[in-house]
């Protein structure tokens, strides 16, 4: 039986007991004899108690096979192949897990007895794991439902079994966010095990080209990262100085003057701004905005380079406002009508009433919108890397092409890499920078929010 | 209880020295009415308690008064409501100088989200009355000692409004109200949200601030009615059933629905 059909046989039986036990729960009511909990609730009980032991069996199931069959099956290899150890033996065993799965690979008459083992072990082992989890699942119905009794407690027991459910779906989130992490914490130490801290920090030169090998001349490789971080700054500056006023008068308009028909067109249509690929807008920068400035540039005399921060900066800019507006919306609509109305009751036009009453009420929330879009700029790729270039020029001059820590990362990563060059590690530690970065950015805007939040509650 | 088909409202809607008239007053949320042809006079410095159950549209016709339903987009008005004998509605009038002259409190105390001297001066800024700073400081001072509060907030004149307590708020909302020297102030519900102790303090300050201003008063406590008020308008179901001096409404109620509602059978 394959693993969905399996999956499927379990789902009914999820059915199967509930109705089951919801129905015997019923029967259990007799005169003078009351029920502790619903009849439902006994009978997710049992459904619970059908499936979740099966479940949990499969799950520990698929963990162990790979490695116990790897063991067993590496006992069975050749002598001379068992002596090499390491590389060797797990080379040789995706090869015959590659033959046993009739892949198209050259037999190899050494290998033969080991595949027909293979071949043995997973049918017996398909054999066993089917019987056993479904074995399990009759057991857990069969205990379920012997345990089902008028006083049985099955909506507390019910409740704290989902309880941990839901606890063990928080943590999967919580574990990926830490492996991730420490992932690229481990890299960043690597990589500053060979370029100090302080150079990766302070350093003005960027050029990551390493020699590959020893007999190589010139690139060293400099890893200094003040290039890409002034970029970044530029850039996202830019941006911000686009997105903040628009997307912030525009927040105002839809949420103090529209009429709802208005807002009701409006607001949608600037949320597609938001749904729009960032490639899209990254050829629209590349393609249209840099050579408008361009020949924009070359009327009045100014030198405008193809790929500049100017053109990445004001798309990434257009492409925040929806981001901006839509939050500020929201924390302009909460401000209570009654702060409005007094303004209003003293006499106050609207326009009086939004820029000293609302706008200031809603300003701890308007600053954690920006916050946010500021750390939506920094994480920005795709249009940075088709507008602006990759040349990690030290400028402060918005016309000329600048990189930023996104795309560096991007361009360190693309092609065959070593795993541990000071190259590829490089991005890991550029990638731990952005990290911080956004981390800072995003709790402080969270916190300035929360405190908006309780000012009014 | 249904509504009465034209009803002529009992006892003396009219007096002498009127400082608001209401002259057949309608209002309509969309299609639907909530106040009928309501006629009344507001005495030039006397408190007018408006008294009736939940929803009989006191808030709704307080707000006409100075013409806070026009933040509404539904509200429709119909008949004249004249402010000294002129008509407020009048396409002439621009809102922001008739909102200085009736002046509003509203049920929730709604200090802005900025100093107590800020809250004060408010009004006076927008409104261009004073032209240096130690003027202002005088206006500030003025309106909170009137309003009661001044030997309690002289210190810290700087700290937000938001964090003095509920009675302390809404007395910062009177002064802030006093500030732009109205004629008239309109009051909705001023006590409800406020305890026993700060609803007194207010309700003195009603009293001391009677010499100088007409009061229309929105409550739901008829001894707070009795307590402040020279008359008592009831109204029920969007129209004004009885109009007569305050220990009259509560001692020999004219009308029928009256007398139900102060001896409690409904409200
Ligand atoms: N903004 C509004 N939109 C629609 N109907 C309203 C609005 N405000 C009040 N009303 C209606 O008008 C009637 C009178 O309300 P209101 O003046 O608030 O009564 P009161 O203050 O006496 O409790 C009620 O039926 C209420 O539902
Ligand atoms: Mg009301």
New binding site residues.
């Given amino acids: 039986m394959t693993f969905s059909i399996l999956l499927l046989v379990i789902a009914v039986l999820f059915v199967i007991a509930y109705v089951s036990g919801a129905r015997r729960a019923r029967s259990l009511v007799t005169p003078g004899v009351t029920l502790n909990s619903l009849p439902g609730h006994y009978g997710s009980l049992v459904a619970l108690w059908t499936c979740l032991p099966p479940l949990l069996l499969m799950l520990c199931w698929g963990v162990l096979e790979t490695p116990v069959i790897d063991r067993l099956l590496a006992a069975q290899l050749p002598a001379e192949v068992q002596a090499e150890g390491g590389n060797r033996i797990s080379l040789a065993l995706s090869k015959v897990r590659n033959l046993a799965g009739g892949a198209n690979v050259q037999a190899d008459p050494e290998l033969a007895p080991v595949v027909l083992h293979l071949k043995d072990l997973q049918s017996r082992n398909s054999m066993l794991s089917t019987t056993l989890v479904l074995a399990l699942a009759l057991a857990g119905f069969g205990f379920g439902l012997r345990r089902l009794a008028p006083a049985l407690r099955a909506r507390n027991e019910v409740e704290s079994i989902v309880k941990v459910l839901l606890f063990c779906s928080s943590g999967v989130a919580v574990l990926t966010t830490v492996g991730i992490l420490s992932s690229v914490l481990y890299e960043a130490w690597m990589f500053f095990g060979r370029v100090p801290v302080f150079d990766f920090l302070f350093g003005t030169t960027w050029s990551p080209q390493v020699a590959l090998r020893a007999d190589q001349s010139g690139s060293s490789g400099s890893f200094g990262a003040v290039p890409l971080f002034a970029g970044t700054l530029m850039i996202s500056m830019i941006a911000m100085f686009i997105a903040v006023p628009i997307g912030l008068m525009s927040a105002i308009y839809l949420s103090e003057y529209a009429t709802p028909r208005v807002r009701s067109y409006a607001k949608p249509a600037l949320e597609v701004l938001a749904g729009i690929p960032t490639v899209v807008y990254g050829f629209f920068a590349a393609l249209t905005v840099a050579p408008i400035l361009k020949s924009l540039g070359a009327d009045i005399g100014l030198e405008v380079s193809s790929e500049s921060a100017l053109a990445a900066g004001l798309v990434m800019g257009v492409m925040i406002i929806p981001f901006v507006s839509s939050l500020s919306d929201d924390v302009i609509n909460a401000v209570p009508q009654a702060l409005r109305d007094g303004s209003y009751g003293l006499g106050a036009t609207q326009s009086e009433t939004i820029r000293q009453v609302v706008i200031p009420a809603a300003l701890p929330g308007i600053v954690g919108a920006v916050m946010l879009a500021v750390s939506r700029a920094i994480g920005e790729t795709m249009i940075v890397a088709m507008a602006a270039g990759l040349a990690a020029n030290l400028t402060a001059n918005p016309l000329d092409s600048v990189t930023t820590v996104t795309v560096q990362i991007v361009t360190l990563l693309v092609g065959d890499q070593e795993f541990d060059s000071s190259k590829t590690l490089a991005a890991f530690a550029l990638g731990l920078v952005l990290f911080l970065v956004t981390l800072i950015l995003n709790y402080v805007a969270l916190k300035v929010v929360q405190k908006y939040r309780e000012q009014y509650d | 209880m249904s509504i009465i088909e034209n009803h002529q409202t009992d006892g003396e809607p009219f007096c002498d020295s009127p400082k608001l008239k209401a002259r057949g007053v309608g209002v309509f949320?969309?299609d639907?009415q909530?106040i009928f042809d309501v006629s009344l006079d507001i005495g030039a410095n006397e408190v007018i308690a408006l008294i009736?159950p939940?929803?009989?549209?006191?808030?709704?016709f307080l707000r006409c008064l100075n013409r806070m339903n026009d933040t509404?987009d539904?509200?429709r008005i119909t008949g004249e409501i004249l402010l000294d004998d002129e008509d407020i509605y009048a396409p002439k009038i621009d809102v922001v100088p008739l909102r200085a002259r009736v002046g509003m409190v509203f049920q929730k105390p709604n200090p802005f989200p900025k100093t107590i001297f800020d809250n004060v001066a408010y009004g006076p800024r927008i409104h261009g009355l004073v032209n240096h700073r130690h003027e202002l400081e005088e206006i500030v001072e003025q309106s909170l000692r009137r309003a009661g509060l001044w030997s309690e907030v002289k210190d810290r004149l700087d700290a937000p409004g938001t964090g003095l307590s509920g009675g302390q708020q809404q007395r910062l909302c009177i002064a802030r109200t006093i500030a732009v020297d109205p004629e008239v102030i309109l009051m909705d519900e001023p006590c409800s949200a406020l305890d026993p102790i700060a609803t007194a303090r207010i309700e003195e300050l009603i009293d001391e601030l009677r010499d100088n201003y007409t009061i229309a008063i929105?409550t739901h406590s008829m001894q707070q009615a009795a307590r402040v008020s020279q008359r008592t308008a009831y109204?029920h179901l969007g129209q004004l059933i009885e109009v007569n001096p305050t220990d009259l409404v509560f001692t020999k109620p004219q009308h029928a629905l009256t007398e139900a509602y102060i001896t409690g059978r409904f409200g």
């Fill in positions: 949320y969309g639907k909530a009736g939940s929803g009989c549209g006191k808030s709704t509404i539904i509200c929105v109204f």
